[in-house]
């Protein structure tokens, strides 16, 4: 195993991402479906799992006031275009907002939920004389099948469980094996990973700056008390930002924005407020998103734990203490750390409480990290914990994905019934 696959694990699954993952790939489905299609969408049909539609029901568009798929894709028909990926949305403006307003008015795009496990959407789309369908499974821009008119154009479907997943890739290599990467990649190998760390950044500042959501990040901002704090302010309001629809791209991280925060602003924001050499920062920070694409890999694409809490949370330990100069077991015991603090934390959809769960994630991995530096581990015979991270992670994915199989059901059952 070359050290190449780990470097396309990382160019794969550290890209930008404009608002939420989950409207953001619907919208891309039905962007692709609008021009297949090639003419009017006369109606838009949309299937998803629960997954989906539970992290999409909350959360705000970008450069709007508006939440919701059936929105998202009304905008997608508007202004999406496929090329641009998870920022499908980014050409909107007030005239686009008003045209697709009238379109969710006009009750043309319809909902569903598929009872299929994993990520699935499917858009159909019903043009005065054409019809076509795009289907997205397993990764948010993972299409495996476009057919119009009956005619197959993309056909992966005999692919479904590897194609565009080449994070499980990283089932491979073991924690050891992402900490001597992170070592001794060449750094013009992983130099692209310091345009997370700008966006991510940028986002923040915005965030502080523009007061949006409830006004967490500049809670925590106001209170702050040390570099960590003050860590954990810069990701909440990020996070706020993005969870209101603010009109700025994050750098995602195993399919998500919120991973990608979490990932990327703890570490980033310690390194140069402690004025840590940029390339340590930037290698930290590439040990946290393979330690979140690792545990990402194994609880799954969507799940009902919060994984911005939980992989991206032990991302953020591991990335912490490899930064402040632990050694390899205080890195690797960080990962006990964390699990055994924050593995029960649910996912219950995409919005701005999520912004405290980040928060939430931040002072968890702070602890984690200082402990471990302090040699202080939970003892492996603790509950889920193995005797190795990785025995770990493998427990807290069986627990996730084999013992709380209807855990999802249920949330999304009282969401829906908030409606």
């Known amino acids: 195993m070359g050290k190449n696959l780990l470097v396309d694990i990382l160019k794969n699954q550290v890209v930008p991402a404009l608002g939420c993952t989950e409207p ?17 969408v006369k109606e838009l049909k949309i299937y998803a799992d629960k997954n989906i539609i539970k992290n999409s029901m909350s959360v705000g568009i970008p450069g709007t006031n508006e939440h919701g798929i059936i929105f998202a894709a009304a905008l997608a ?50 043009g005065e004389n054409d ?5 997205i499974r397993n990764s948010h821009t993972n299409i495996i099948s476009e057919v119009k008119n009956g005619q197959v154009i993309l056909d992966n479907a005999l692919n479904t469980e ?74 909440a309001a990020a996070s706020e930002a993005r969870m209101s629809g603010y009109l700025l791209p994050v750098m995602s ?33 590439t040990l946290s998103h393979l330690v979140t694409i690792f545990v990402k890999a194994h609880l799954g694409s969507l799940s009902p734990v919060c994984g911005c809490g939980v992989a991206a949370g032990v991302g953020c330990a591991v990335g912490l203490t490899y930064l402040l100069d632990g050694d390899i077991n205080q890195i690797k015991g960080s990962i006990n750390n ?58 807290l994915a069986h627990v996730s994905n084999i013992g709380m199989k209807n855990t999802d059901d249920e949330i999304l059952k009282v969401m829906m019934e908030k409606c």
């Not at 891309?28 to 009017?40: H, M």
């Not at 045209?99 to 598929?114: C, F, G, P, R, T």
């Not at 070592?183 to 923040?204: K, S, V």
């Open 24 to 40: 953001g790939a619907v919208a891309y489905a039905a962007a692709r479906a609008k021009e297949i299609l090639g003419s009017d």
């Open 77 to 126: 028909l508007v202004v999406g275009k496929s090329e641009y990926k998870l920022e499908v949305l980014k050409d909107v403006d007030n005239k686009s907002i008003d045209k697709a307003l009238k379109i969710v008015e006009s009750n043309i795009i319809s909902l569903q939920l598929e009872n299929i496990q994993g990520l699935y959407i499917k858009a159909e789309a019903l």
């Open 131 to 135: 019809t076509c369908s795009v289907t």
């Open 162 to 235: 590897t194609s565009g997943e080449i994070r499980n890739e990283i089932k491979r290599y073991c924690i050891d094996d992402l900490i001597k990467f992170a070592d001794e990649a060449p750094i013009e190998d992983i130099a692209f990973i310091q345009n997370g760390i700008d966006l991510n950044m940028r986002i923040a500042q915005a965030g502080l700056q523009g007061q949006t959501g409830v006004g967490l990040g500049n809670y925590f901002y106001n209170s702050a008390k040390d570099v960590f704090s003050m860590a954990k302010a810069y990701t």
């Open 253 to 285: 991280s195993a399919g998500s924005g919120n991973h990608g925060l979490v990932a990327i602003i703890p570490v980033s924001y310690v390194g140069m407020a402690e004025k840590i050499q940029n390339e340590k920062i930037i290698r930290a920070v």
């Open 338 to 395: 964390m699990v055994a603090g924050i593995s029960g934390m649910l996912c219950d959809g995409a919005k701005l409480g999520c912004s405290y769960k980040l928060s939430i994630s931040v002072d968890a991995a702070v602890d984690a990290s200082e402990m471990a530096l302090k040699n202080i581990f939970i003892p492996d015979d603790n509950g889920i914990l193995g005797d190795t991270p990785e025995k770990t992670i493998l427990n």
